[in-house]
């Protein structure tokens, strides 16, 4: 009986799933609809159904996200990134065609800026689903060269049309996206936490095994250093950790720079090692265990001190420390 119990609520929980879906898909439906309704001339009613339009697409978008984003696998998340890339290329494609086909009208230029912020949410969301350094490194060099190409071909578009209204409506818009993909490059993603949980550490000559050997006997929250590999850096880097939970602190060289990050991607690791390592956090003597995202800057801290005074000492004493609950 227990078990039919079950089995009827997930039943009813799955359609509930999928009728949310559906309503989410309708609200975007009608958000890119209402921009065809437009008036030509910006009045009352043109903003009214420009509001419309903008309030249905954050419903819509984002609340189908979060159904979708209850459990994905890896694969999930490539291919809905790739999704989001495309609708994105799309939504940007079809402001431009609309401001070229309408001379750059007031109703064209509006549903073209409404389209460029829809697309940025995109590419954004996507870039804030990469966790390990390489991926995040290659997501930065895109955004880079997206933004140069972007900005050329609004100076090229503006130049070849002599400057009329069209192109320069055009040309705007391509150079204001440009200036946004180079921020984002720049890891300014608003879909990113607030602070990188990438730290780099300055003036590092030493390798990495120079390192592990100077910092074998600093016990730190998650237990001593030990080297190995990382499935998306090159060399070896310097890792402590697994926790029980599974999040694990690492260093790396990238490009002739050490850097420190951490990962509650075990599968980053090899099995054996990661099961032989794994160990339950320690605090410090006030009982204090920093959060995994404060993890990178207490180790990066910790290297960064003792090259310069030879002393490795771990603390958790941070400008920001964001404490364990």
């Known amino acids: ?21 559906a309503v989410d898909i309708l609200c975007l439906a009608a958000s890119y609809g209402l921009l065809f309704l437009l008036p030509q001339k910006a009045n009352i009613l043109f903003w009214i159904f420009f509001g419309l339009a903008a309030f249905l697409f954050c419903i819509g978008f984002f609340r189908i996200g979060f159904v979708l984003d209850s459990a994905k696998s890896k694969k999930a998340v490539t291919i809905s990134g790739c999704l989001l890339v495309l609708c994105g290329i799309i939504l940007n ?31 954004s969301i996507t870039a804030s689903h990469t966790e390990s350094p390489r991926s995040q490194w290659i ?22 049309d002599s400057f009329s ?4 409506a ?29 730290r780099a550490v300055p003036g590092m000559k030493k390798t990495v095994q120079e390192l592990c050997d100077a910092l074998g006997n600093t016990e730190t929250q998650l237990g001593f250093p030990w ?18 939970e599974g999040v694990f602190v690492y260093g790396y060289y990238h490009f ?43 180790y ?3 290297i960064t001190r003792y090259l310069e005074n030879g002393n490795p000492i771990w603390s958790t004493k941070l400008k920001k420390t964001k404490k364990k609950q």
């Open 256 to 298: 002739g720079r050490f850097y420190v990050t951490f990962s509650k991607d075990t599968s980053l690791l090899e099995a054996k090692e990661a099961d032989a390592h794994r160990i339950a956090e320690i605090p410090d003597k006030k009982g204090i265990c920093l959060g995994e995202e404060s993890l990178p800057e207490a």
């Open 170 to 198: 055009a040309g705007l818009l391509l150079l204001i996206e440009g200036i946004v993909f180079w921020a984002m490059g720049s890891g300014n993603n608003p879909f990113h936490s607030a602070s990188s949980p990438i």
């Open 1 to 21: 009986m227990p078990g039919l119990t079950e089995k009827i609520r997930s039943f009813f929980k799955k359609q509930q799933n999928i009728a949310e879906i």
């Open 227 to 244: 080297l190995g590999k990382i499935r998306t850096v090159k060399d070896d880097t310097i890792i402590y950790g697994p926790s029980e």
């Open 93 to 123: 494609s079809a402001g431009i065609i609309a401001i070229w086909k309408s001379h750059g009208s007031e109703r064209s230029v509006a549903a073209a800026i409404l389209l460029l912020i829809e697309a940025i949410v995109m590419y």
């Open 165 to 168: 209204g069209t192109a320069i």
């Open 139 to 160: 997501i930065s060099l895109v955004f880079r060269v997206a933004a140069v190409l972007l900005i050329i071909g609004a100076v090229i578009c503006m130049i070849a």
């Open 300 to 302: 990066a801290y910790m």
